[in-house]
């Protein structure tokens, strides 16, 4: 079974799905060394990391794609990627659906924001017209074709138009075939209590840490009837943390050391080095 097989027979099943983001390759072989059943290619993350700059709407389609297919490359579990607004038009939206179709994503989510777009957190999102949205999407399913990728239909209306403009959004966007919708945007527990209750059909949280919201547990979110549940940023505000403290010691002390950093050893197992060598010493090198 196919990665993209393996997250739709999931969703067909009734299975929830737990994806850690990961904002590079190296970061999705960490989520799955732990275990989770599958990974989150968090746009933010992306842009943090190939740019060093917020998520604005700065990536451009090749970008994305390119960064999808490395952790897809990465990995043997499957990867949801960003899509941000399908980059355009209907044929735009065609054209990067099949570009994430050959780099192996499981599924993507497009969203309804205009271009460009900004992250879901931010103030000041404004939004296309829900039938150019929902246009946008049926320009993705039609382009899926019987192709196993799942679609999902984001909507970041939350934030700035309320509860009822979101819900209406979701199911306008659901009727559309996408396989999963997406409140995006959400910062406290009443709000995801909200979209459990009022969004009807498979559907996708993602928790910020930091927000009321992230105080629930997976438990709690499974108990909801969500069918995903998303960490964007948890591994990327971790991990610079981690770098910036690591870093401060080495300018303070002038020498590397202290905090809990892996060893050489660890970091080869991480980036499974031992597999790599023998591939090499079999073949004469």
Not at 182 to 190: C, E, L, M, Q, S
Not at 196 to 205: D, M, N, S, Y
Request: glycine share 10%.
């Amino acid at each position: 079974m196919t990665r993209k097989n393996l997250l739709r027979a999931r969703l067909e099943q009734g299975l929830f799905t737990v994806a850690p983001g990961a904002a590079d390759a190296l970061t999705a072989r960490i989520v799955q060394a732990q275990g989770f059943d599958a990974v989150y290619m968090t746009g933010l993350g992306a842009t943090a990391m190939r740019l060093g700059k917020p998520d604005l709407g700065l990536m451009t389609q090749t970008e994305m794609a390119d960064h999808a297919r490395a952790m897809v490359r990465a990995v043997d579990i499957p990867v949801i990627a960003d899509a941000d607004t399908g980059y355009g038009g209907a044929l735009n939206v065609a054209r990067t659906v099949r570009e994430y179709l050959q780099g192996g994503v499981a599924a993507m989510h497009i969203e309804d924001q205009v271009s460009p777009k900004r992250c879901g957190q931010l103030s000041g999102i404004r939004l296309v017209p829900a039938e150019e949205a929902a246009a946008r999407l049926s320009a993705a399913v039609e382009a899926r074709g019987s192709e196993d990728i799942c679609l999902i239909g984001r909507t970041d209306a939350l934030p700035g138009q309320g509860m009822d403009e979101a819900v209406s959004r979701a199911a306008r966007y659901r009727d559309t075939g996408v396989d999963l919708v997406f409140v995006d945007g959400v910062k406290t527990r009443a709000e995801v209590e909200q979209i459990a209750t009022r969004v009807e059909g498979p559907k996708v949280l993602s928790l910020v840490d930091g927000t009321d919201a992230a105080q629930l547990t997976v438990d709690e979110v499974r108990e909801m009837g969500f069918s995903v549940v998303m960490y964007a940023v948890s591994g990327l505000f971790a991990a610079a943390r981690a770098t910036a403290d690591a870093m401060a010691r080495l300018k303070s002390d002038g020498r590397p050391g202290g905090g809990a950093a892996l060893s050489y050893a660890e970091f080869c197992d991480m980036v499974d080095l031992q597999a790599h060598q023998a591939f090499a010493h079999r073949h004469g090198e």
